[in-house]
């Protein structure tokens, strides 16, 4: 695996901790930015492990896999401002030349499980 692959994976992993251990991070987070931790604590109530997983391998990856519709619904139930948060914290982690990459697909990610919810069914 070359530099790219340990870069994407650091990133990874890092993205990764900060959604399933959002309690921990927020003590850091809260010194920088107290309202930025509060809030990605709120947030991170209404993911699953799994989910976060997905979604955060889905940003990540250069690949063009879309979470599934029960991730897509735990994401779109956070909000696009918990959507815009953890990407702002992802991009603070993640190498610079990485950044812009990292936002378009967070964009994508999100417009794609927004068209996702609106298509299921209702039950």
């Known amino acids: 695996m070359g530099s790219l692959g340990k870069n994407i994976s650091?990133?990874?992993f890092l993205f990764i901790g900060i959604l399933v251990i959002t309690p921990g991070f927020a003590i850091r987070t809260h010194e920088?930015?107290?309202e930025l931790s509060r809030h990605l604590e709120e947030c991170h109530t209404k993911v699953t492990k799994r989910c976060?997983?997905?979604i955060s391998n889905s940003i990540y990856n250069n690949?063009?896999?879309t979470p599934s519709?029960?991730?897509c619904q735990k994401?779109?139930?956070t909000g696009?401002?918990?959507h815009d948060d953890f990407i702002k914290l992802f991009v603070s982690k993640v190498p610079k030349d990485k950044v812009t990459f990292v936002v378009a697909k967070g964009d994508q990610i999100w417009n794609q499980c927004a068209a996702i919810v609106a298509l299921a069914p209702v039950a």
């Open 80 to 82: 696009k401002a918990c």
């Open 69 to 71: 519709e029960y991730c």
């Open 10 to 12: 650091l990133g990874l």
């Open 52 to 54: 976060a997983i997905e």
């Open 75 to 77: 994401h779109i139930t």
């Open 32 to 34: 920088e930015n107290p």
């Open 63 to 65: 690949n063009n896999n």
